[in-house]
């Protein structure tokens, strides 16, 4: 994802640009205006005492956009910002970061819908991957998949632990047909065979199939807890519906 244009330049330090609107007693940009920036970027909303405050729409001169709530001239609160790459995201900021609630488009057609946390994915979280149809529901720690989760694929499920965006440990294969495959995912060493001998080991993850069964309730291990299993339970349903 690219963040290019979500810093902006604060017009109140040196040469203030272009403004047309309300002003203060004290002479400061207060209420309703527009402004032209030095560097070329416009900005049309309220202001409060000379900041961006409440809400307006910046435009970056590279074609990104801003749409929301600002406060001290961040993007704070609501808002849906437009990359320049095609992205775009829409849900809760806090002090011009990410952080809350919020769905990421991406230029691939991708999907994130779930928490966020200083521009990062974390917390609950659903992505979908537009090529494939396949989706990952479950946890997020430092925008990747974390803790207990399940990726659905067209007639197949896993459910496991994940661990820098791999699965991780036990956890088992859920088919359509009715039955489950249960096992673990490990790292193995995997010989390279030419070069030196510290470059010619590599790790691999590997499943190992322990056992077929009927279907059974599943129940996230290790790092999940109560609250982040329902959170997930309802994310799913939102997705559904």
Same mark, same amino acid.
């Given at each position: 994802?690219?963040?290019?244009?979500?810093?902006?330049?604060?017009?109140?330090?040196?040469?203030?640009?272009?403004?047309?609107?309300?002003?203060?007693?004290?002479?400061?940009?207060?209420?309703?205006?527009?402004?032209?920036? %030095? *560097?070329? /970027? &416009? $900005?049309?909303?309220?202001?409060?005492?000379?900041? !961006?405050? =409440? #809400?307006?729409? @910046?435009?970056? +001169?590279?074609?990104?956009?801003?749409?929301?709530?600002?406060?001290?001239?961040?993007?704070?609160?609501?808002?849906?910002?437009?990359?320049?790459?095609?992205?775009?995201?829409?849900?809760?900021?806090?002090?011009?970061?990410?952080?809350?609630?919020?769905?990421?488009?991406? %230029? *691939?057609? /991708? &999907? $994130?819908?779930?928490?966020?946390?200083?521009?990062? !994915?974390? =917390? #609950?979280?659903? @992505?979908?991957? +537009?090529?494939?149809?396949?989706?990952?529901?479950?946890?997020?720690?430092?925008?990747?998949?974390?803790?207990?989760?399940?990726?659905?694929?067209?007639?197949?499920?896993?459910?496991?632990?994940?661990?820098?965006?791999?699965?991780?440990?036990?956890?088992?294969?859920?088919?359509?047909?009715?039955?489950?495959?249960?096992?673990?995912?490990?790292?193995?060493?995997?010989?390279?065979?030419?070069?030196?001998?510290?470059?010619?080991?590599?790790?691999?993850?590997?499943?190992?199939?322990?056992?077929?069964?009927?279907?059974?309730?599943?129940?996230?291990?290790?790092?999940?807890?109560?609250?982040?299993?329902?959170?997930?339970?309802?994310?799913?349903?939102?997705?559904?519906?």
């Amino acid at each position: 994802m690219s963040d290019a244009g979500s810093v902006d330049l604060d017009d109140e330090q040196g040469y203030l640009g272009e403004y047309e609107g309300e002003r203060n007693e004290a002479g400061e940009r207060h209420g309703f205006g527009r402004a032209v920036l %030095p *560097n070329g /970027d &416009t $900005y049309q909303g309220l202001y409060e005492n000379g900041k !961006r405050c =409440g #809400q307006g729409t @910046y435009r970056f +001169k590279n074609g990104a956009r801003y749409i929301g709530e600002y406060y001290q001239n961040l993007k704070h609160g609501h808002g849906i910002f437009y990359y320049p790459d095609g992205s775009k995201y829409e849900g809760s900021w806090v002090e011009d970061l990410r952080q809350g609630h919020g769905v990421y488009s991406y %230029p *691939n057609g /991708d &999907t $994130y819908d779930g928490e966020w946390l200083r521009h990062q !994915r974390q =917390g #609950q979280g659903v @992505y979908v991957y +537009k090529a494939t149809g396949s989706q990952y529901c479950g946890s997020w720690a430092g925008g990747k998949m974390q803790g207990a989760g399940e990726i659905i694929h067209l007639n197949h499920r896993f459910q496991g632990n994940f661990h820098s965006n791999y699965p991780s440990g036990p956890g088992k294969y859920v088919f359509d047909i009715g039955c489950e495959q249960h096992g673990e995912y490990m790292q193995v060493e995997q010989d390279r065979g030419d070069g030196d001998e510290e470059e010619s080991v590599s790790m691999q993850l590997k499943w190992k199939p322990k056992s077929v069964s009927g279907l059974t309730l599943w129940s996230p291990v290790k790092e999940s807890t109560e609250g982040q299993v329902e959170k997930l339970k309802e994310l799913k349903t939102q997705k559904v519906n």
